[in-house]
């Protein structure tokens, strides 16, 4: 029986591996960094399985182009803040509009759920935190959070199809 010729991938090829660990590598160029090196992504766990069902979502994500950037993970704390102080602030909207923002981002989403990851964030978690808000009295209206959620969330792609 005749050898087969031995080949290489082609570069930005995505590659799966064992390693003397034992267990199961997968590696995917999802393309290059700031400072020109290429951007690789890992996923490993002992089931090849599951190694390669991560290999080829990774590949889904970066031929949609919805692959965050590297080193990107912000939290819902972090986003609000940023909000806050450069996107809803004045001149684009009133002082007064300003201060219930920044009320009801300091007061009652920060410590309810700013600890979240925004790229795990879920559009249900938002809504069952209206109601973690300690006694009645401290409650904002859920018409307020509501508005601040819609109008500071970040567009999330899937958020239209599930809402």
Do not use: F
């Not at 950037?69 to 004045?90: D, S």
């Amino acid at each position: 029986m005749p050898r087969q010729k031995m080949t290489r991938k082609p570069s930005g090829a995505s590659s799966i591996y064992k390693g003397k660990d034992g267990y199961w590598h997968g590696r995917v160029t999802i393309g290059t960094k700031d400072d020109g090196r290429p951007d690789r992504r890992h996923v490993m766990s002992k089931s090849e399985a599951i190694v390669r069902k991560g290999v080829r979502d990774l590949e889904k994500l970066r031929d949609e182009k919805r692959v965050p950037k590297a080193g990107e993970r912000w939290t819902l704390e972090k986003w609000l803040n940023h909000w806050l102080e450069n996107i809803a602030c004045p001149p684009n909207v009133s002082e007064n509009t300003h201060a219930g923002y920044r009320v009801d981002v300091e007061k009652h989403l920060v410590p309810a759920i700013g600890g979240q990851k925004l790229v795990r964030l879920e559009p249900e978690l938002l809504i069952m935190s209206t109601g973690r808000y300690g006694p009645r009295s401290m409650r904002p209206s859920s018409g307020s959070i509501s508005r601040l959620i819609r109008y500071s969330s970040p567009k999330h792609p899937d958020w239209s199809k599930r809402r």
